[in-house]
């Protein structure tokens, strides 16, 4: 007789790799890397501190693969001009304790901000919308030599992750990057084999995996973040992106996580939540449990879970093989270890308000405050559940200027 899913309970890739436990740290925005764009000691703090928190599997936060093309300023960048050093120490840190740690690897596209690059490249010269045109510039349209040198790129950065001691790769196929502008038709209106019908639109993802496992071997973990749909007219649908992940899951990918959205439209950060998916918790479950009726891919859920009981009931469900958390682990980074030890336990994570609407929205309080916590981590002190929002926005204001207040990633 079988016994439910726990989440103290070891999962097994179809590589062979063994995941210790069922709790999946998300890819967050840390901020931490050097001027050279190397990972800054502060991240081998954050990454151990996570391990020792119990997790099973974490993912970088964005790891660029072109120092020409950031998202932000303080990214940091995977490239053959890198210092391996720092990133093996980081790879260290964050895979004691049985702990499995992925780079999670990104080129931008035009979601680059204006002061950063003056023409960003995407598919198509079309602007980001809905008021981002402000701050970023209308991208020029790729050459097919420079597609194929990007999709080279990722399999290089997938090289130097797998030297450098990282347990797995993480293509960050989400969110209006790089390679959520090839799959949408609002964003790709290219006429040769990069655009068109979804066939050409997804043979850049595809290609970007292929490069990758050709260069790193059968064994290592290769996984997806995933949108399952951008939530815009005209954009990447639900019934896309399923014959994305049956087209990812035939060519072998070993994880995929769900997420949802873009900066024009972001679902990713809780952004206009059903009643009936508060009530579950997850923001993608639904989405998940038709992704398990077509693939055997194991599937992570990231986005809302707060409780050991709600993670526990999507596991035993079905809908998913992992749990993915982010923002708890920003305030509390042995959630793990709770959750594993006590299945009653609950995180409540506060809203998040200056008391002024615009300055809220005008300094990203709900991804700027979580970054404050992981700076914290990153100098060993501990979160601070109620670190001052006003304190945070002037912190802010003081290091960076309005520049710090651009738009930026969930």
């Not at 709790?23 to 931490?32: D, G, N, R």
């Not at 050279?36 to 693969?65: F, R």
């Not at 594993?340 to 005008?362: E, F, N, P, Q, Y």
């Amino acid at each position: 007789m079988s016994h439910p899913i726990q989440l103290s309970q070891p999962f097994t890739l179809n590589n062979g790799q063994v995941i210790k436990n069922r709790l999946f740290k998300s890819a967050m925005s840390e901020q931490l890397g050097t001027k050279s764009h190397d990972p800054s000691h502060g991240l081998v703090n954050l990454y151990k501190t996570w391990a020792d928190g119990g997790l099973g599997l974490a993912i970088t936060g964005n790891i660029m693969i072109d120092r020409t093309a950031l998202g932000e300023p303080k990214n940091v960048v995977l490239d053959t001009q890198s210092d391996l050093e720092p990133f093996k120490r980081w790879a260290q840190a964050g895979t004691t304790n049985n702990s499995q740690l992925w780079t999670q690897l990104n080129h931008p596209g035009k979601q680059i901000p204006n002061f950063i690059s003056k023409e960003p490249v995407a598919p198509s010269a079309i602007s980001l919308e809905n008021g981002l045109e402000k701050g970023f510039n209308t991208p020029r349209a790729l050459t097919e030599p420079e597609i194929l040198d990007i999709i080279e790129k990722f399999a290089t950065s997938a090289r130097l992750s797998k030297e450098a001691g990282f347990t797995g790769v993480q293509i960050h196929g989400a969110h209006g990057y790089l390679v959520s502008q090839f799959l949408s038709p609002r964003h790709n209106a290219r006429t040769d084999q990069w655009g068109g019908s979804l066939q050409n639109r997804m043979r850049f993802v595809l290609g970007v995996y292929q490069a990758i496992r050709q260069t790193v071997g059968d064994d290592f973990p290769i996984g997806i973040k995933l949108n399952s749909a951008d939530f815009m007219r005209g954009g990447f649908t639900e019934q896309d992106s399923m014959e994305v992940v049956k087209a990812l899951a035939d060519a072998g990918i070993n994880l995929i996580e769900i997420s949802g959205g873009t900066y024009e439209s972001p679902s990713m950060i809780g952004h206009k939540v059903k009643p009936t998916t508060q009530k579950r918790e997850a923001y993608f479950l639904a989405y998940a449990e038709k992704v398990r009726s077509l693939v055997d891919t194991p599937v992570v859920v990231t986005g809302g879970f707060r409780s050991a009981d709600g993670m526990t009931t999507a596991l035993q469900s079905g809908a998913t093989d992992f749990i993915g958390l982010a923002r708890p682990l920003a305030v509390d980074p042995a959630l793990p270890n709770k959750l594993m030890s006590d299945d009653k336990h609950v995180i409540k994570l506060r809203k998040l308000t200056t008391g002024v609407a615009a300055v809220d929205k005008m300094a990203m309080l709900d991804i700027v405050w979580y970054e404050f916590q992981l700076d914290r981590m990153a100098n060993n002190k501990k979160p601070k559940a109620n670190l001052s929002e006003w304190g945070v926005f002037f912190k802010t204001l003081g290091r960076a200027g309005v520049y710090a207040f651009r738009k930026r990633r969930g």
